[in-house]
């Protein structure tokens, strides 16, 4: 039973550097999240799906991409690593009736 | 844009006590009310939810809901040590409008011996 399943648990990049955080469920959710949480501070949605293929931003969305080609997957993409994403970030799954999400282990990032 | 306020504490507690934490939503379409333990660097677990009006007991947990009040409120009976963690509060619409939870900025709970 393994719920939402991220990688890697922790990541040093470079400025300028891009790298991938991984993310999969298999509760078949529909919904799927990413998160950035800063210390002492909530959490703060980057970027949703409703569903394969279906994207939208959140509320910090600039400096991140993602996709989501299957129901299973939604992988975040940083692009040009900048000192201000250095974050835990958290990737959740909720299903449409219910509501409640679930969370990933987490991806601790720092950049420098 | 949708707003959740809690008090970001810390609120001490002394062992074997009563915690009530509190969590207030702008939004009066919210329908459905979420409680999240989060243990330092760990991530988010749910512990209650509840969609209606009232009481809804759980162990030692119990969520009240005042939706006119736009309220919602965890207790913790008979706290624990290990009950000490970051404590979120998250309300969703209704269904038809976005399903994506807003989260507060979390309460921290200090259960001391």
């Known amino acids: 039973n393994a719920g939402v399943t991220q990688t890697p648990k922790f990541r040093i990049l470079k400025i300028g550097q891009s790298m991938t955080l991984q993310c999969t469920q298999d509760m078949n959710h529909n919904y799927m999240y990413w998160y950035r949480q800063d210390p002492g501070m909530g959490l703060k949605l980057i970027y949703y799906?409703?569903?394969?293929?279906?994207?939208d931003k959140g509320e910090v969305p600039n400096g991140y991409n993602v996709s989501r080609s299957t129901t299973e997957d939604f992988p975040l993409r940083l692009e040009l690593a900048a000192p201000s994403q250095t974050s835990v970030y958290f990737c959740?799954?909720?299903?449409?009736?219910?509501?409640?999400?679930?969370f990933g282990q987490g991806t601790r990032l720092t950049v420098v | 844009q949708k707003e959740v306020e809690q008090n970001s504490g810390p609120l001490s507690v002394p062992e074997g006590a009563i915690a009530s934490l509190n969590c207030t939503y702008s939004?009066?379409?919210?329908?459905?009310f979420f409680w999240y333990r989060q243990y330092s660097g760990k991530s988010p677990e749910l512990i209650m939810f509840i969609y209606s009006n009232g009481d809804k007991e759980d162990g030692r947990f119990t969520a009240q809901l005042n939706k006119a009040s736009q309220y919602v409120s965890l207790l913790i009976r008979d706290s624990q040590p290990s009950d000490s963690a970051t404590y979120l509060c998250a309300v969703k619409e209704a269904a038809g409008g976005s399903y994506i939870p807003t989260f507060g900025r979390g309460t921290s709970l200090i259960v001391h011996p």
């Open positions: 959740a799954s909720s299903d449409r009736s219910r509501g409640e999400a679930f």
């Open positions: 799906s409703v569903g394969a293929g279906i994207t």
């Open positions: 939004d009066r379409g919210s329908q459905s």
